[in-house]
């Protein structure tokens, strides 16, 4: 590590230190990405000599895995936001940047114009108890009070901000019928009453890496621009069958396959929900198939995808490498967290390859919206 000193003005490290405070970092971290942040921009293909497709922003970010989705599609990320200082290490490491923290203290003010807005947002439920009070008063309410308290709503209220072309929201395929169907109804509701146009569906990775992992998409795309004329579809699944040993790792450490212990009590513990009739226990897992859902879990046993490993010998885990292979990420992909965190973020993290091909399609869809809504405005007028 090459070091160099520089001289600054009591304004200057002053604001430095109070930069790095709100991010939770020592002012020489902070030094250190806000220079990576300045080379990268400068390397950038579409820096100076052309712009890049469009724009975005990335909200609740994880690692980056639908900054990446995105990138491929030729878009610039121009914000991110993400609280877990492990997640915000990761990315650091793979982007030069550190996202911004806690959303829920974010002005929209401060968010740059963007095409798209990205956000993997935690399904809540919403409270009523606002709604009511204001009701029970005689208080008119606005549409976003269905949803305060939520991380949604700050979503939301980004998007009721800065007026973004159209976003990609992304969550576990459950949001749907999450408290009896009522948090999706008002997802949908609110983006539709903020002049989005929906498009929803239910989309699996297991076309894309060998892993069943089924996660909703809601696509919206602002009505003011395009009218309700975008031509969006969902990306037809490549027709292809990933087989698990495709992504394995050919030298394993010893460290990664089960202990006696623990492999005879995930045994006994299957054996027992077996006995009662539940369908509780470890994965064993195919290699010329494809995997159960990776979960931020992971870390604590691996017992919902293990490895075989032949004839006397216990299964074993996947690697931290293995797991980024399993969600699509490139082996260029850095991984520099320890093993517990790793598994959470990869668990916690989006099928790569699946996010880049919804963001072509929004795109296109964008690119001929345009064309189709620039006609009818000028046949609108003649």
């Given at each position: 590590m090459k070091q160099i000193h520089i001289k600054l003005d009591e304004e200057l490290h002053r604001k430095l230190k109070l930069q790095s405070e709100v991010q939770g970092i020592s002012i020489q971290d902070y030094v250190h990405a806000a220079l990576h942040q300045i080379i990268r921009e400068a390397e950038m293909p579409y820096s100076s000599s052309r712009k890049?497709?469009?724009?975005?922003?990335?909200?609740?970010?994880g690692i980056g895995g639908m900054r990446l989705g995105f990138e491929s599609a030729g878009g610039q990320c121009v914000f991110t936001s993400e609280w877990d200082k492990y997640a915000q290490k990761t990315y650091y490491s793979n982007f030069g940047e550190i996202p911004k923290g806690d959303i829920t203290k974010i002005d929209a003010s401060s968010i740059p114009d963007h095409d798209i807005l990205v956000a993997g947002f935690p399904?809540?439920?919403?409270?009523?108890?606002g709604v009511s009070k204001k009701n029970s008063l005689g208080r008119a309410h606005g549409f976003l009070d269905q949803t305060q308290g939520t991380l949604f709503f700050d979503v939301a209220r980004i998007i009721q901000a800065k007026r973004p072309r159209a976003?990609?929201?992304?969550?576990?395929?459950?949001?749907?019928?999450?408290?009896?169907?009522r948090t999706f109804r008002?997802?949908?509701?609110?983006?539709?009453?903020?002049?989005?146009?929906?498009?929803?569906?239910?989309?699996?990775?297991?076309?894309y890496v060998p892993q069943h992992r089924e996660r909703i998409f809601i696509v919206g795309f602002d009505m003011n621009v395009y009218m309700g004329l975008e031509g969006f579809e969902f990306p037809t699944p490549p027709d292809n069958s990933p087989r698990l040993r495709d992504i394995l790792e050919e030298n394993v450490e010893e460290r990664y396959t089960l202990t006696d212990k623990l492999w005879n009590y995930l045994q006994q513990y299957a054996e027992k929900h077996k006995a009662k009739g539940n369908g509780f226990g470890y994965g064993l897992a195919d290699l010329d198939g494809i995997t159960r859902t990776l979960s931020a879990r992971y870390y604590k046993d691996g017992s919902e995808i293990l490895i075989p490993q032949g004839e006397g010998k216990n299964p074993r885990k996947l690697t931290p490498r293995e797991c980024a292979r399993l969600q699509g990420f490139p082996d260029s992909f850095k991984i520099t967290v320890s093993d517990t965190q790793a598994y959470k973020q990869f668990g916690n993290s989006v099928v790569v390859p699946l996010i880049r091909d919804i963001a072509k399609q929004m795109v296109l869809a964008m690119e001929c919206s345009e064309i189709t809504s620039s006609s009818y405005l000028a046949t609108s007028v003649m």
């Amino acid at each position: 590590m090459k070091q160099i000193h520089i001289k600054l003005d009591e304004e200057l490290h002053r604001k430095l230190k109070l930069q790095s405070e709100v991010q939770g970092i020592s002012i020489q971290d902070y030094v250190h990405a806000a220079l990576h942040q300045i080379i990268r921009e400068a390397e950038m293909p579409y820096s100076s000599s052309r712009k890049p497709r469009f724009t975005f922003i990335d909200l609740f970010a994880g690692i980056g895995g639908m900054r990446l989705g995105f990138e491929s599609a030729g878009g610039q990320c121009v914000f991110t936001s993400e609280w877990d200082k492990y997640a915000q290490k990761t990315y650091y490491s793979n982007f030069g940047e550190i996202p911004k923290g806690d959303i829920t203290k974010i002005d929209a003010s401060s968010i740059p114009d963007h095409d798209i807005l990205v956000a993997g947002f935690p399904c809540q439920p919403f409270s009523i108890a606002g709604v009511s009070k204001k009701n029970s008063l005689g208080r008119a309410h606005g549409f976003l009070d269905q949803t305060q308290g939520t991380l949604f709503f700050d979503v939301a209220r980004i998007i009721q901000a800065k007026r973004p072309r159209a976003f990609l929201l992304e969550n576990v395929k459950n949001l749907k019928t999450h408290d009896k169907g009522r948090t999706f109804r008002i997802i949908c509701e609110t983006l539709s009453k903020l002049g989005y146009s929906l498009h929803v569906n239910v989309l699996d990775g297991k076309y894309y890496v060998p892993q069943h992992r089924e996660r909703i998409f809601i696509v919206g795309f602002d009505m003011n621009v395009y009218m309700g004329l975008e031509g969006f579809e969902f990306p037809t699944p490549p027709d292809n069958s990933p087989r698990l040993r495709d992504i394995l790792e050919e030298n394993v450490e010893e460290r990664y396959t089960l202990t006696d212990k623990l492999w005879n009590y995930l045994q006994q513990y299957a054996e027992k929900h077996k006995a009662k009739g539940n369908g509780f226990g470890y994965g064993l897992a195919d290699l010329d198939g494809i995997t159960r859902t990776l979960s931020a879990r992971y870390y604590k046993d691996g017992s919902e995808i293990l490895i075989p490993q032949g004839e006397g010998k216990n299964p074993r885990k996947l690697t931290p490498r293995e797991c980024a292979r399993l969600q699509g990420f490139p082996d260029s992909f850095k991984i520099t967290v320890s093993d517990t965190q790793a598994y959470k973020q990869f668990g916690n993290s989006v099928v790569v390859p699946l996010i880049r091909d919804i963001a072509k399609q929004m795109v296109l869809a964008m690119e001929c919206s345009e064309i189709t809504s620039s006609s009818y405005l000028a046949t609108s007028v003649m």
